[in-house]
């Protein structure tokens, strides 16, 4: 079993940054790709970041790319997302996941274990 725990979100204005964590608990992190999604009221949930196992492999939702960066380090079992320059439509809660393989992935069904997510809440 896999825990997962998010932290580092909140309320800030449009243009700041926020660096979420996922902190992993429960299994060997070093061999799991790890994702970061989120969901905004009344949407679906939505692909952000993902990072293979070993770290050395990125993938990033179009829109997003040069604004949003994940990155792991597994000596922590930790997962980051760091956002620049956040915007109102960046509003919703964001979830860690992670794969029981080291591969990429951009679809929330290949995640096997989920956090219980973060609000990050952007005012214009």
């Known amino acids: 079993q896999v825990q997962l725990v998010e932290s580092g979100g909140g309320l800030v204005q449009a243009g700041s940054s926020l660096r979420l964590s996922c902190i992993s608990s429960?299994?060997?992190?070093?061999?799991?790709?790890m994702g970061w999604f989120r969901q905004a009221p009344g949407k679906e949930r939505e692909f952000v970041a993902t990072?293979?196992?070993?770290?050395?492999?990125?993938y990033y939702a179009d829109p997003l790319k040069g604004r949003f960066t994940i990155s792991r380090d597994n000596a922590k079992n930790m997962v980051y997302l760091q956002m620049i320059y956040l915007k109102p439509e960046d509003t919703g809660v964001y979830y860690c996941?992670?794969?029981?393989?080291?591969?990429?992935?951009?679809?929330?069904?290949?995640?096997?274990?989920w956090g219980q997510g973060t609000q990050v809440t952007v005012s214009s």
């Open positions: 996941a992670a794969r029981n393989t080291g591969f990429l992935a951009t679809t929330p069904h290949y995640y096997e274990y």
């Open positions: 429960g299994r060997t992190f070093s061999g799991s790709a």
């Open positions: 990072i293979s196992a070993s770290g050395t492999g990125t």
